[in-house]
């Protein structure tokens, strides 16, 4: 239990990587490192693929800053999502060659995504006390 | 070891809503296939159906459908690779055959997307990607697909009015085809001015829902032989998987598993792309079909958009593609898809393509991919 909070619609009850909804409530995006091989990953997960080990994963702070590789503005949606058309939705990757497909902030407009622009991968807080993450612009400075 | 051959392809008509139950559907299609080669169901030895599950109220359709076909009591197995299961479904058939556990095989794809309201299909299709990290956010098959048009856009400079030529070119063959959906061609500024739906993709860059089913008869030299004067012979398979999640994929110019697909395929069939004469892609959306071009070798990577513009993929130019409309034009009943494309391959084969006949068609190629990038098989035939 605990990764029904993740996301406007959730699809998923029970998973190992649950801890990721209880650090996002603190404002952190968390991905899981590999002890044996030291691979990471994001989105996060417990058994490693390069080494074959489980649940031997450390949790670790990721570093938040990315730019966006490719993106559409979706004026269809899933049904649950048909009030939120239109949406930016994204692919993008951070500093450290980490990928996230998620959704862009509503306060970003498409045309600010033509030029080298740098986000932060951000909690969200939804009006029914769901929790998401999005990409916002990060101020600089 | 023998090789296999198909022998005998059948088809229904794709429609907006059928009407028909989908035991019904398939059987059109499966007697059709039955008629073109001459053979009774008794003669069938196994069966392969192929659909995507989730658009059925019945479950385990298999076992209905083949009731009603008269194929019992042979084996029959249920095959879902969602827009690819039906070459799936021809790559197993083609297993079973080589192996010598069957000589004659019946590969069956159907989908009856009009069993369910719009509410309901628009429900899985938020389902079709990764449902912990992909749903969450609203991912749609479109919304997919313009991740990578749009970074084809950037990275090669490829044009919406290219991929629009992509649809005017399906539409132009689809009016010539009584068996596609879309009986109405459309002009460049139709495309172009049709509502956004995932920008940069609009109305006219999607294939549309469907209902349908297709059955592609396979058999082994020996009996192929028998059967028929003009077997299809299966030369080359390729076949393929990527990341399901958007964020592990390694690229968004083009389909990691279409390419992988086609390599091995070209080596099994020991030709070269310059060598086919027909060719069947799946163009679910416009930049499908131009990745297509680049990801099976037809043109260097980024100029698969120059190529349908200057008219290299038409019938007469010298890489046909999707000339009986494409999904673009057919319409995209999911399990039907891949059969029916190897049914305009082998008629392509045969020369029985009528005013769709491509000239000295010798060598064919499938090109057939499940979800957004997620599965891809490449077939390749020889007459």
Redesign the interface.
């Known amino acids: 239990m605990g990764f029904e909070k993740f996301g406007k619609i959730s699809y998923i009850r029970e998973t190992k990587v649950a801890p990721f909804v209880d650090y996002l409530e603190q404002g952190k995006v968390m991905a899981t490192r590999c002890r044996s091989c030291g691979k990471m990953y994001f989105p996060p997960r417990m058994d490693c693929e390069q080494c074959m080990t489980s649940d031997n994963m450390e949790w670790k702070e990721i570093v938040n800053e990315w730019k966006i590789l490719t993106y559409t503005v979706s004026e269809f949606a899933p049904t649950g999502f048909e009030d939120d058309v239109p949406y930016i939705l994204a692919i993008a990757e951070s500093a450290e060659g980490l990928r996230v497909f998620t959704r862009l902030s509503k306060d970003v407009k498409e045309e600010q995504l033509q030029s080298d622009m740098k986000f932060k991968l951000a909690p969200v807080r939804l009006p029914d006390g769901k929790i998401t993450y999005e990409l916002q612009p990060l101020e600089e400075g | 070891m023998s090789e296999v051959a198909v022998v005998g392809v059948g088809q229904t008509a794709f429609t907006r809503s059928c009407g028909v139950t989908i035991k019904e559907l398939c059987f059109e299609a499966f007697k059709e296939a039955l008629e073109d080669c001459n053979l009774y169901p008794k003669e069938i030895e196994a069966s392969l159906i192929c659909s995507a599950p989730e658009y059925d109220k019945q479950r385990s359709p298999a076992g209905a459908i083949v009731e009603y076909l008269g194929l019992n009591p042979q084996p029959t197995t249920y095959v879902e690779n969602i827009c690819a299961s039906g070459t799936t479904g021809v790559r197993l058939a083609y297993s079973l055959i080589k192996s010598g556990l069957h000589d004659i095989v019946a590969v069956i794809g159907f989908q009856k997307m009009s069993e369910l309201t719009s509410?309901?299909a628009?429900?899985r299709?938020?389902?079709g990607a990764d449902?912990?990290?992909?749903?969450?956010?609203?991912?749609?098959m479109?919304?997919g697909y313009?991740?990578?048009?749009?970074?084809h856009m950037?990275t090669y400079g490829t044009t919406e009015e290219q991929m629009a030529e992509v649809k005017v070119k399906s539409s132009k063959y689809a009016v010539l085809n009584p068996k596609a959906m879309f009986q109405r061609e459309v002009s460049l500024e139709e495309v172009l001015t049709s509502?956004?739906?995932?920008?940069?993709?609009k109305f006219y860059d999607c294939s549309a829902n469907a209902d349908g089913a297709s059955c592609v008869i396979l058999a082994s030299a020996e009996k192929a032989r028998k059967i028929t004067d003009t077997p299809v012979w299966i030369v080359g398979i390729g076949s393929a998987s990527e990341p399901l999640?958007?964020?592990?994929?390694t690229s968004?110019v083009g389909l990691n598993c279409a390419v992988e697909a086609a390599r091995q395929a070209y080596k099994m069939a020991g030709i070269e792309p310059k060598d086919v004469d027909v060719a069947e892609v799946h163009d679910c959306f416009t930049i499908a079909e131009i990745m297509a071009y680049e990801n099976l070798g037809f043109c260097n990577p980024g100029e698969g958009g120059k190529l349908v513009q200057e008219g290299q993929t038409y019938i007469d130019g010298d890489f046909p593609v999707n000339i009986d409309g494409g999904l673009l034009g057919k319409g995209h009943p999911i399990g039907a898809t891949g059969g029916s494309q190897v049914r305009t391959i082998v008629m392509q084969l045969r020369g029985d393509a009528g005013r769709l006949q491509v000239k000295r068609a010798e060598i064919g190629l499938v090109h057939n991919i499940g979800g957004i990038g997620l599965y891809g098989n490449v077939l390749i035939f020889r007459r």
């Open positions: 509410r309901e628009q429900e299709m938020g389902r449902i912990m990290w992909d749903s969450p956010f609203g991912l749609t479109p919304a313009a991740l990578y048009a749009r970074m950037k509502r956004v739906i995932s920008s940069p993709l999640s958007m964020a592990n994929r968004f």
